[in-house]
DNA sequence: ATGATTATTGCATAGCTATGCACAGCTATG
DNA sequence: CATAGCTGTGCATAGCTATGCAATAATCAT
C-alpha cells in the first residue's frame, strides 16, 4: 500500500506552500496564473486529486445526500433514481445510496447515513417514516420525500397530482361509455395510491347518474402479480367491470394479462383501463396501457430545487411541498368510443 | 443552525473523557460496562451518533465503495442494483453512486468518487472502461466489474458464463426442431452479449448437417425498442427465422411483439425464442419467455467477495474472475416439442 | 502483606486541508 | 520619491476522533 499523495507532496514538488496548491484547486480563490499551472502540473505527475474529507470537518458540510429506495424493480422507481442521480451531481452532491426492505433497515440505515454526515435526505419511502423523519428533525437534517404526506420543520415534498389524475380517470371512462368502474389500489400505507383512489371515487361519485354502484374495489401490493391475481380472484367472483384504473402500471400490465388469460378479455374492446407511472412497459406492444406520467423530469428537478434551498446558507427549517402535473399519455387500452 | 454534538460534549456530560466516549462506540474496546452505560445514556439525551469523517482520515478507510452505473430502465441492471446495496451494507460498506451516460460523465464521476476517498470501485459498465480502469489502477484502488472483459493488476471480474449459455441455446433450439435459427446482438461494445453469441455461432456451426445456412445475425442497442425494430426490418425483408436467441430479455421482449405486430407470428409456434437476464417481464404472462438467470444473488455474492479480498489487511493488488454459471428458465417460448 | 498482573482510564497526538491573517512585492498616483 | 492600494504567498491553526502510551486502580497469587 503506498502512501496516498498529499498536497503537501505537491507543494514539495511544486516548490510552494501547500496552500497554494489548495488555492490552486479551489475555484476563485487568489492565486497567480503561473503559480496555479505549476501546482497543476505537479499534481498531474504526482497523479494528485484533492481530498474531500478534511474540507468535511471544516465546513460541516459534506455534500453528501443520503438516498433511501426501496423496490428498485418497479420500472419507477429505477428510472426516477437514475433521473435523480443526474440531477444531483449537476448540482454538484454526491449520492449515499441506502435500499431498504422493511423499517428496521431504515433504523439503522440512518444511522449510517448519519455517521457519513449527510447533509440531506431524500426518499421515496413512505414505510415507517414517520419516526425516522422525527429523528431528522431533531438532528435538523433536510428530508425531501416524494409522492409522501410526511410532515415536519425540515420534511419538503414532491407530490404528484394524484387526486386530480383520478379526477381525470373518471372522465376519460365517461367518456369511453364504460359502466362498471373499477379501481385497484396499491397497498394501504401508500399516500400517493390513496390519493389516486379518492380522486377517481369522488369522480365516479359525481356522476352517480351514470354509475349508481359506485366503483368496485380491489388491493393489491404495486406489484405485477398482485394485479394479476387481483382480476384473477375478480373473474372467478364473476365480477365484470369493462373499466379499471390501477394505482400502478405494474398491476395493470398483471391486470390486463388476468383479463387475456382468465377471461378471455381484451383492451380496449372489453375492458378500458389506465394505469399511473407510464413505465415503459405501458408502452410495449403487447400493453399500449394510456397511463399518468408523473413526469420525473419535474419532480425530480423540484426535489433539486428544493435539496438546494434547504442546503442554502440561510439554513432555517425549510418545509415546502411543490405539486407536479401527471401528464395523461393515451394509449390503445382507452383507445374506445361511444 | 445548531453546532452538531461531539463525542466531547457526550464526555462532558457523562463525566468521562472523550476517549471513553469514543470507546464506548467501538467494538471491542476495553471500557468498562458500567462506563459505557453512562456514555451510551449521555448521548442518547444529546442525540449524538459517532462522526465517521475523522476516522477515515485517521485509518485512510472510507469503508465508501463507488457503484458506478448506467442503464437502469433495464430492469436487469436494476435489480443487480438492488441487490449490491443489500450485500454491500451487510458487509458493513456504503455505496457512493454514480450514474454515467457518457465516458466524459465517467471521468469527471470518478475524479468526484476518488476525492470522496472510496475505498473501491464497482461497475457494471464496459464503456470508457479501460482508460478509466488504467487510472484507477494507477491510484491502487481496487475495482470489480461485472460482465466485463477488463483487465489489470487491481481489477477483478464477474462474469456469467455467457459462451456456456450459448452453446447451450443452441442446444435447446436443436431439439425444438428449429431450422433458421438466428442472433440478435447488442451492442458492439458490450463484451457479454459478444460472448453470448459467440457460444451460439460455435453451438450453430458444430451442428452444420442441420443448419447449413448458419446464423441470421441481427444487431441492436439492448433495448426494448431495438429488439422491435430489428425484427421489424427483418421481416420486411422476407426473412423468416423459426428460433430466435437474443442477447437480453428487453430486446426479446421487443421481437416478439414485432413478430406479433407484423407477422402474425407467435412464440413458440411459429418461432422459438430465447433471452438473457430473466428480468421480470420474462415470466409476464404476455410473453412467458425462455431465459438465462443470470442468478443476481451469486454474482453479487462473488462481487462481495471479491470486494472483502481487495479490501483486506493484506492489500496486495488483486485481480481475480469469478466465473457464475447461468441458469436455463424455461417458459412457453420454447415450450414446442419436434 | 506484597509484588505481579490485569483492567480501565485519560492524555496527547496524528490525520489533511481550507482559510484568516500578516507580510512582501509591485503598481499607480500625487 | 513617498505613500497608498492591490495581488499573491506562506504561516499557523481548526476541525473531531481513534489510539498508543502511561498511569491508576483493582484483582490475584504467593
Known sequence: MTRPVTSTDVARRAGVS?????????????????????????????????????????????????????????????????????????????????????????????????????????????????????MLSDLAIPVICFNSRLTGPWISTVVSNNHAAGLTAAQVFESCGVTRPAWLAGPVRNAASRARGHGFI???????????????????????????????RLLARGERPDGLFSSNDLMACGAMDALRQHGSLNCPDNVVMMGYDNIPQAGWHAYGLTSFDQQVDCLVDAATQLLDAALGPDGGPVSRTRVVDARLVTRRSTARLI
Not at 205 to 217: I, K
Request: glycine share 8%; hydrophobic share 45%; aromatic share 6%.
Open 18 to 134: 501547500q496552500s497554494a496548491v489548495s488555492r490552486a484547486f479551489s475555484q476563485g480563490a487568489s492565486i497567480a496564473p503561473e503559480t496555479r499551472r505549476k501546482v497543476l502540473e505537479a499534481a498531474a505527475e504526482l497523479n494528485y486529486r484533492p481530498n474531500r474529507i478534511p474540507a468535511i470537518m471544516l465546513s460541516g458540510r459534506s455534500r453528501m445526500v443520503g438516498v433511501v429506495v426501496g423496490g428498485l424493480s418497479n420500472p419507477f422507481y429505477a428510472s426516477t433514481l437514475e433521473c435523480l442521480a443526474t440531477s444531483l451531481r449537476a448540482a454538484g452532491l454526491q449520492i449515499l445510496l441506502v435500499h431498504v426492505d422493511d423499517a428496521l433497515t431504515l433504523d439503522s440505515a440512518l444511522d449510517q447515513l448519519l455517521s457519513y454526515r449527510v447533509d440531506a435526505v431524500v426518499t421515496a419511502l413512505a414505510i415507517g417514516s414517520q419516526r425516522a423523519a422525527r
Open 202 to 232: 369522488a369522480g365516479v361519485r359525481a356522476n352517480s347518474a351514470r354509475w349508481p354502484d359506485g366503483v368496485l374495489e380491489m388491493r393489491g401490493d404495486d406489484s405485477y402479480e398482485s394485479g394479476y391475481d387481483a382480476i384473477r
